[in-house]
């Protein structure tokens, strides 16, 4: 399943990221990577934006970034 499938309130944790080197390298800097849980904070009314927490860092992804972050769903630990 990909990130940009999971619902307010879930969470996943990063299994793979498919996308180019700079994209990842992006991710990287944000946090997301390999391993990491995000949290799914909120969704546009519009559905192209998404609002995750990874660690203590929100971050906004278009809906097209999160397509390419594959993901586990896991349980939340907030």
Avoid: H
Wanted: net charge positive.
């Amino acid at each position: 399943m990909f990130l940009s499938e999971l619902q307010k309130g879930e969470c996943g944790k990063i299994i793979k990221i498919n996308s180019d080197s700079v994209l990842k390298a992006r991710f990287s800097s944000f946090g997301i990577t390999r391993g990491s849980i995000a949290y799914i904070i909120e969704q546009t009314i519009s559905k192209n934006t998404i609002e995750i927490r990874i660690q203590n860092t929100k971050i906004a992804l278009r809906i097209s970034e999160a397509k390419t972050i594959e993901v586990e769903k896991s349980e939340c630990k907030i």
